[in-house]
């Protein structure tokens, strides 16, 4: 016995003494305190994910409503409470036996067959759309983190475009003020250098708040204050989507959750007809009865008196009114014709946005092509010429800052190009309700050269 006791409590000393662990999630596969950390260094898409699984509130509040409903089945498919009930008289009732003073009653509805188990599977109906419900607010949320991914990418590589630029720019506007000094250019010239040197330091400005703006929807989505800082993007990927269009429409009639929730709304609203018809049949009701009798205040008792009376009910209930119980399948009927009418609609309107994101995902990497490929060399050789013939007094200085914004101008262009490339896939992704580029080829973003690989 006393080997027992110091094992109790040298367990109870590891459990009190044990550190603390940080904060873990419910599968206790990820350390938020970690995450956290992490997003705060370099971030990837997954790393947003992972948090904001754990932390959205509206991720969150789709779970407890799955549980919720889930503990409905149980309450769907239980028999009814049952009642009891006590009488007490005043002036007590006389009877042969004696004066009557308290009844008691209990009774136990008995719904007619198939109700309850027709009901438990309307219920279990619920459990699925909670369910699908609960796949959705992750899908939205994974689908709005990749779209402030990417603007917060496109932002912050827009900046760095700027301040590159700004740089060239303001060697431009020194060698046109010496230019100007040295009378090899124009007035014009300078006040050119001078203008771009203004619009690119608005757009500087501009970017920077755009950048805060878009932190603040980041850490909304991931539940966390405001002005928490966000560390540098990594792995960015623009992966093709190899898919075509028919396609598409294939695996959002199979997968996206407004369409699974349809389908499972319309084959609720079919039992629910079914319930409505099983509701116009009669229910049952039994119970049991007694009765205190006192002892009766008579010269010659009988030889039972003051015996209590027991008794067994057994009930039923009418359906008689016919205008009511048709009115309960009729308006189960129009529910579920409303419902077909839906998920048809639902339908439609996917299929209509599919399409129009589809073009608008394939213009964008013809962009992310011609810009890379075709006009950002195109620019960069415009330059060096240009730069070339001022220097030999061929061209004017006028032609090298033309060059300078245009080359800008592309290198921004590339850069929204990319990041609506990857906002739009995100929407594809979030109107077909699963991952479109998981057995795909990457093109990976180099902070080089942002070259195109293939794998």
Not at 363 to 384: D, F, G, H, V, W
Request: proline residues 5%; contains cysteine; charged residues 25%.
């Amino acid at each position: 016995m006393s080997k027992i006791v110091l094992l109790l409590i040298w367990l109870l000393g590891v459990l009190v003494l044990q550190p603390f662990p940080g904060h873990v999630s419910a599968s206790g596969a990820i350390d938020l305190n970690e995450l956290d950390a992490r997003i705060a260094e370099g971030v990837t898409i997954e790393d947003l994910v992972a948090y904001a699984i754990e932390m959205n509130p509206g991720i969150k509040g789709s779970i407890e409503a799955h549980r919720s409903a889930k503990q409905g089945e149980t309450l769907a498919s239980a028999l009814p409470d049952p009642q009891f009930m006590i009488s007490y008289f005043p002036e007590p009732v006389e009877t042969r036996l004696g004066p009557q003073d308290w009844t008691a009653n209990l009774t136990q509805m008995i719904p007619f067959p198939t109700k309850l188990s027709k009901a438990g599977k309307v219920a279990e109906a619920n459990t699925r759309i909670a369910s699908l419900n609960r796949d959705k607010a992750v899908r939205d949320v994974t689908a709005a983190i990749k779209e402030s991914f990417y603007e917060l990418y496109y932002i912050r590589e827009a900046r760095q475009v700027a301040g590159h630029n700004m740089e060239l720019i303001d060697h431009l506007r020194k060698v046109a003020e010496t230019s100007y000094a040295q009378d090899r250019t124009i007035l014009m010239d300078v006040i050119k250098a001078q203008s771009q040197t203004a619009q690119i330091q608005y757009d500087i400005l501009l970017l920077d708040e755009l950048e805060q703006t878009e932190l603040v929807r980041l850490n909304g989505l991931l539940n966390r204050a405001p002005d928490t800082p966000i560390g540098e993007l990594k792995d960015i990927l623009f992966p093709p989507l190899l898919l075509t269009l028919d396609e598409l429409y294939g695996l959002a009639e199979s997968y996206q959750q407004e369409i699974q929730i349809s389908n499972t709304q319309i084959q609720r609203a079919d039992l629910k007809l079914d319930l409505a018809k099983a509701n116009n049949m009669p229910d049952f009701r039994i119970g049991l009865f007694y009765s205190s009798i006192g002892n009766p205040d008579v010269p010659k008792p009988p030889d039972d008196a003051g015996r209590d009376a027991i008794g067994i009910q057994a009930g039923i209930s009418i359906p008689l009114w016919i205008g009511k119980n048709s009115s309960r399948t009729e308006g189960a009927r129009a529910d579920f014709n409303k419902q077909k009418s839906a998920r048809q609609a639902r339908l439609n309107e996917t299929r209509t946005n599919l399409s129009s994101l589809y073009f608008r995902l394939q213009n964008s990497r013809r962009l992310m092509t011609l810009y890379r490929e075709e006009l950002l060399p195109q620019a960069a050789r415009s330059i060096e010429l240009a730069e070339t013939w001022f220097r030999q007094g061929e061209g004017s200085f006028s032609d090298f800052v033309e060059a300078q914004s245009v080359l800008y101008n592309f290198q921004l262009s590339v850069a929204r190009a990319s990041a609506d490339y990857g906002k739009y896939l995100a929407r594809l992704e979030k109107l077909t309700g699963c991952s479109l580029t998981g057995e795909q080829a990457n093109l990976s973003v180099s902070e080089e050269n942002h070259e195109e690989a293939e794998s």
